[in-house]
């Protein structure tokens, strides 16, 4: 188990979502999971990756005091709704985080809910930051059959959720997307990962042979 740097993070969630838009009493109402537990899925690099999945704990103590509901994580794009004035509520739950927003009468958030309630938009995502993570590795690191298996403990900071357009590749289950700075940085900590890997295995094979070449004396 090692901490991670408090670096924020985006994920863009398919598996499990259930994203649906009602009208009732005249309001516009937008419900989902941008979260789910323990469903394991491929973050592509491009040039690399691994595996990860929330554990359903990860949301024990986070700080989830001031959260919005966004547009595809646009800053530039109006906030659709709030934690803070009581227009987006956070349910934590056996499956996920589950998101109930009621949206205020603008043209923007017709606009939105409309795409919801067509199916044009119907992938949620959230931006957060991890403070406990655990790592392992499955097979050789270089191999073919390498894999690195990520599984997020505790979560830090919820930033925002928020509802995305369709994804580039269609009908494939898992889809990735984080700025370019995002994926320099997550660079960054792979390589700084792989070396704590490649220090442990040179300890263990010190180890091995020290423990042969005493093994010889005898």
């Not at 509520?89 to 109930?100: A, N, R, S, V």
């Not at 009468?105 to 938009?121: A, E, H, I, P, W």
């Amino acid at each position: 188990m090692m901490k991670d740097k408090k670096q924020k993070e985006l994920r863009l969630n398919l598996q499990g979502l259930e994203t649906r838009a009602d009208e009732a009493e005249g309001k516009m109402i937008i419900e989902g999971y941008p979260v789910v537990f323990d469903k394991e899925t491929y973050i592509d690099l491009g040039w690399d990756g691994w595996y990860e999945k929330i554990d359903r704990n990860a949301f024990e103590g986070a700080d989830m005091s001031d959260v919005a509901l966004k547009y595809n994580h646009d800053d530039s794009f109006l906030i659709l709704a709030r934690t803070r004035n009581d227009s987006l509520k956070l349910t934590i739950d056996e499956k996920g985080i589950f998101i109930h927003a009621e949206l205020i009468d603008t043209t923007t958030n017709r606009d939105v809910y409309k795409m919801v309630q067509s199916g044009l938009l119907k992938e949620g995502s959230f931006a957060f930051t991890v403070e406990e993570q655990e790592c392992h590795e499955v097979g050789m690191y270089g191999a073919d059959n390498y894999e690195m298996h990520r599984t997020i403990k505790k979560i830090g900071k919820l930033f925002d959720v928020a509802i995305c357009p369709n994804g580039a590749y269609g009908d494939l289950t898992e889809i990735y997307a984080r700025s370019y700075d995002l994926l320099e940085n997550e660079r960054k900590d792979k390589v700084e990962t792989l070396k704590r890997c490649n220090i442990l295995r040179l300890k263990n094979s010190n180890k091995i042979k020290i423990l042969k070449e005493k093994q010889s004396w005898q």
